[in-house]
């Protein structure tokens, strides 16, 4: 059963968020897509996308719901966040794998592995990566998140800031590196779970030699009730963050991870049928930094009570 999150994951496509949605939808129980926004004459001159052309899809999958932006070629998927899938079992992870495969790459083969009886790790042909283990959880989908680089060594630093944020969160399990496992230091981590706002997520430290890091390609979009808590989001999550990366409710934290605080009436105002409406807001949305619940609804109505 789907319910009503606080994290939404939000994927940057090149035009393909349409048909990432619908390959997705095809994989999973319990999905489909949902609604879609287009680029206002505002929004389109500032992205250079076609006016019209369709902008975000939301869409969920096992459940869980997910947001497609075609925001152009800026940004490319790395295994540095990826979707972690626990399956009934071995078998129908197989087939999930071989799926995902089709058209991608794969990272770690589909095979026995002393941490999992069937286990592998794909970039699908969008380049999103996918963790698919034949062990079943209660959540099907978590996202999993890789600390490399500068980062290595962080994922437990991480996770106690991001649960110290959000209700109803906590770190579940940590597995960690031991003595033998050069180049990870010990006591780093190896595998963790943990929870936000009830919502399963996953993180890794490595000290292999990747050419990749946390980028704007997959953030997580925090939908705030009230103008008070996207005040508190903005300002715990952007503290020591990248201070050039805080625009139109985007922002990255001190590890380098991309994140979105929108308040929860902002898709409606997008959808709204009168297109002078939404190009106000949008424009409205396009000056800001930190979003402004207020006024948004102001350039909504035309500055009319």
């Not at 052309?53 to 932006?69: C, D, I, N, P």
């Not at 630093?157 to 944020?165: F, G, K, V």
């Not at 579940?172 to 230091?185: L, V």
């Not at 380098?256 to 949305?285: H, N």
Request: aromatic letters at 10%.
């Amino acid at each position: 059963m789907t319910t009503e999150q606080t994290i939404v994951p939000c994927l940057w496509f090149d035009d393909q968020a349409e048909a990432a949605a619908t390959f997705y939808t095809s994989l999973f129980p319990d999905s489909g897509i949902a609604e879609t926004t287009r680029y206002s004459r505002a929004a389109a001159e500032m992205s250079g996308r076609p006016e019209g052309a369709v902008m975000t899809v939301g869409f969920r999958l096992a459940g869980r719901s997910f947001v497609g932006l075609n925001g152009g070629p800026l940004f490319r998927f790395t295994p540095a966040i990826s979707l972690f899938v626990s399956c009934a079992d071995v078998e129908e992870a197989r087939g999930l794998f071989e799926r995902l495969a089709e058209g991608g790459t794969a990272l770690m083969p589909f095979q026995e592995y002393p941490f999992s009886a069937g286990y592998g790790w794909v970039a699908d042909r969008f380049g999103l990566t996918w963790q698919v283990n034949g062990t079943p959880r209660e959540q099907a989908i978590a996202p999993s998140l890789l600390f490399t680089g500068a980062q290595c060594g962080r994922a437990e630093e991480a996770m106690q800031a991001y649960t110290s944020l959000f209700p109803d969160s906590a770190v579940q399990t940590i597995d960690r590196y031991g003595s033998d496992a050069a180049p990870d230091r010990e006591g780093t981590v190896r595998q963790a779970v943990f929870t936000l706002a009830g919502q399963e997520f996953r993180a890794m430290d490595s000290a292999l030699a990747h050419d990749f890091t946390f980028n704007e390609a997959l953030s997580l979009q925090v939908l705030c009730d009230s103008q008070d808590e996207v005040d508190r989001y903005w300002t715990q999550l952007g503290e020591a963050g990248d201070l050039e990366a805080q625009r139109c409710g985007w922002l990255k934290d001190r590890f380098g991870l991309s994140w979105q605080v929108v308040p929860r009436a902002l898709p409606r105002l997008l959808k709204d049928e009168d297109a002078g409406k939404v190009d106000r807001v949008t424009g409205a949305m396009l000056q800001m930094r930190k979003l402004e619940i207020a006024a948004l609804e102001q350039a909504y109505t035309g500055g009319q009570s």
